[in-house]
């Protein structure tokens, strides 16, 4: 299997703070995130100046050269650098940095003007697919043609809920487009599953995952908190993926047994063994075999089928091991 990409996704969690974004970006190192993306944009991107956040927005603005510390800041410590971006102003000067992928936000999913802007850019390209339909997932992968697209499914409504997760749409997407998956999770960070959903993603094919971070949900309580790890959980998060890709591939359709398996197999199941003795030349019948484990373990299974009807060639003595070379 791939190896996943786990960003650890600090969204607007920064809260305008520079400092606060330095210190993101050592938290997720250390605890083992291969990327980090920020919500980045003027708030002018986002909404009018009579929207109800529009004063929250306008709070979060930091400069860009400052992103363009913490991108570098970023690349010193070998952390991928993603950005959600809102508007043709920001993306036009993030994109001459050095930074990763660029995230279309769920809300931009039809905002065509501004993903042309992305074609041909050599980012990996996010798709941020949480409640848009597979129409419009369709139309900005026609779009996006030829560029590295992810589509990133799951929704931002916090604390997601049980009902709210469909893993099955990740095979329904991959199939019909045969392009990269991520899920971006956003069960409530309280619930102990909110640890280990994300590897349940990763089974069902997704080979990026999003993952809120902050630093101490409960005392700090950061813009995105509620579905945010705490560093100890999200180094939980990372190692449970990790695990979980040393599986074989879950895709594979082709049954196959496992080299331990198959070890397993000629040490569990029953061996066809001789119920009583018997003389060589003698054709065996049901009545002449018998199943049970014994001390000889064979080196292959053989069906019932295969020895019934069969002429022994040597004599057998009762609870004998019935090999495929003794028969005729």
């Known amino acids: 299997m791939k190896k996943t990409k786990i960003i650890a996704e600090i969204a607007q969690g920064y809260e305008g703070n520079y400092g606060l974004c330095e210190k993101f970006v050592k938290v997720a190192k250390n605890c083992g995130a291969d990327g980090i993306k920020f919500q980045i944009f003027e708030a002018e991107e986002i909404c009018t100046p009579t929207y109800e956040y529009y004063d929250f927005f306008k709070s979060l603005y930091i400069e860009p050269y400052r992103w ?7 690349k010193k410590n070998n952390l991928s650098f993603y950005a959600d971006i809102f508007g043709i102003k920001t993306l036009e000067w993030i994109l001459k940095t050095d930074i990763a992928g660029i995230k279309i936000h769920g ?10 802007k992305l074609k041909g850019c050599n980012k990996e390209i996010l798709i941020g697919a949480g409640g848009s339909t597979l129409e419009e997932i369709k139309t900005v ?30 095979s ?27 590897s349940m993603a990763v089974l069902f094919g997704a080979t ?58 000629i040490k569990s199941k029953k061996a066809i063994l001789a119920a009583h003795d018997l003389k060589k030349g003698h054709v065996l019948s049901s ?38 070379e003794y028969l005729s």
């Open 172 to 198: 329904i997407v991959k199939n019909k487009w045969n392009t990269e998956i991520g899920y971006a999770d956003h069960l409530d960070a309280n619930d102990p599953l909110s640890v280990y959903f994300p």
């Open 287 to 324: 009545e002449d075999i018998v199943l049970l484990r014994t001390h000889e373990k064979p080196t292959e299974i053989l069906n019932i089928d295969e020895v019934v009807g069969k002429k022994i060639n040597c004599d057998l003595k009762k609870f004998s091991l019935i090999k495929k």
């Open 208 to 265: 990026y995952i999003e993952k809120h971070l902050t630093l101490e949900r409960n005392i700090l309580q950061l813009e995105d908190h509620i579905s945010a790890l705490n560093p100890d959980q999200f180094i939980q998060m990372v190692q449970a993926i990790r695990k979980v890709e040393e599986f074989p591939d879950p895709e594979n359709e082709d049954f196959i047994l496992t080299e331990r398996e198959k070890e397993y197999r």
């Open 107 to 116: 809300t931009d999913i039809r905002n065509y003007s501004l993903i042309e």
């Open 68 to 74: 363009i510390h913490i991108i570098n800041l970023c």
């Open 141 to 170: 992968l026609e779009i996006l043609n030829g560029s590295k697209t992810i589509v990133m499914l799951g929704f931002q409504s916090e604390p997601n809920i049980p009902s709210d997760i469909q893993l099955n749409k990740i």
